[in-house]
């Protein structure tokens, strides 16, 4: 199973080591043709100003939001979680995002009391010990449309409760930065999301497609 990871900017190589490792094979996406050939897309954190200027001038803006909208699963991680946003605030005025999970994010969220910390979390959906999860100048969710799951919440300190990972569909993002642990179960669970989309639809849903048919 082939995934790429947005090529444009940022810690692009800690995500490709992070999903060989967690069974997929990963290349790098710079090009609509490259997009055109995965199964799952990962984009990185860096900075989304830049990464949205890029995906601008690597024609890659539309066929990134035409895959999502054919039901790409798509993972962002910080900068990465920014770009898949329905509504950005504090970007920059001509910054654009891809788009896909209804959410409002605001950029560099935590920066007003602390630029980057790290801190323990409860990840539903991830089973074992709570998640170590590192915050660059990260983003927070600031709120979330009725299709949204609330994967994770800051636990404790100023900023307690705020949402940092959350689920739509095929699509997953997270405020922090998994691919820098060396913890594998972010990476894990998308590779799972990828599996599920390529395999078609559960054998629940086809029946239930069948029923109103
Ligand atoms: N502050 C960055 C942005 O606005 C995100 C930081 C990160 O990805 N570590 O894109």
Redesign the pocket.
């Known amino acids: 199973m082939v995934i790429g990871v947005l090529a444009l900017q940022?810690?692009v190589r800690e995500h490709l080591h992070a999903l060989n490792a967690a069974g997929a094979s990963a290349i790098p996406v710079r090009r609509p043709a490259e997009l055109a050939a995965v199964e799952g897309l990962v984009v990185?954190?860096?900075?989304?100003?830049?990464?949205s200027r890029l995906a601008g001038v690597f024609g890659l803006l539309e066929p990134v939001r035409a895959r999502i909208a054919g039901g790409l699963p798509v993972y962002g991680?910080?900068?990465?979680?920014?770009?898949l946003a329905r509504t950005v605030l504090?970007?920059r005025d001509d910054q654009q995002s891809f788009g896909g999970i209804d959410m409002v994010v605001r950029?560099?969220a935590f920066?007003r009391q602390v630029d980057s910390f790290e801190t323990d979390l409860a990840f539903t959906g991830v089973d074992g010990d709570p998640m170590h999860a590192v915050?660059?100048?990260?983003?927070w969710v600031e709120q979330v449309g009725p299709g949204v799951e609330v994967l994770a919440r800051v636990d404790g300190g100023v900023a307690d409760g705020r949402v940092v990972a959350v689920r739509q569909g095929n699509l997953l993002a997270t405020s922090f930065?998994p691919e820098l642990t060396g913890d594998l179960r972010v990476h894990e669970l998308f590779v799972r999301m990828v599996r599920e989309a390529a395999a078609g639809p559960t054998k629940d849903v086809q029946e239930k497609e069948e029923a109103v048919r």
């Not at 991680?77 to 770009?83: P, T």
Request: proline share 7%; charged share 20%.
């Open positions: 940022g810690d990185p954190g860096g900075e989304s100003t830049t990464m991680s910080c900068a990465g979680m920014i770009m504090d970007g950029r560099n920066g915050f660059i100048r990260a983003p930065h």
